[in-house]
């Protein structure tokens, strides 16, 4: 089992920054990938960024060049650096980690909530 804990979500003034972050426990030793989805209201969940253990990263086309996700594999944490929000940016983050070749190895934080607003 892995236990996944966000922290940073809030609101935001368009054209703001943010940076959530994504602590990791438990079965660590199972997880191969780390990334971040988000829901916006009454729509599905959708990728946001991913990374590996071995730093590759894939990230939606819709935040390329204002989020940021990065990985400190000593301290089992995950970060989503988000630049130049806007109100399509509003949302609930989720942290996701999970196995690339077991795919019965996947664990969701409960979210954090995104909300960028004048």
């Known amino acids: 089992q892995v236990q996944l804990v966000e922290s940073g979500g809030g609101l935001v003034q368009p054209g703001g920054s943010l940076r959530l972050s994504c602590a990791a426990s438990g079965s660590i030793f199972s997880i191969n990938i780390w990334g971040w989805y988000r829901q916006a209201p009454g729509k599905e969940r959708k990728l946001v960024a991913t990374?590996?253990?071995?730093?590759?990263?894939n990230s939606a086309d819709s935040v390329k060049g204002r989020f940021t996700i990065s990985r400190d594999a000593a301290k089992n944490m995950v970060y989503l650096q988000m630049n130049n929000l806007t109100p399509e940016d509003t949302a609930i983050y989720y942290c996701n980690v999970a196995n690339i070749y077991r795919s019965f190895i996947q664990y969701w934080g409960n979210g954090t909530l995104v909300t960028v607003s004048s």
């Open positions: 990374i590996t253990n071995g730093g590759g990263i």
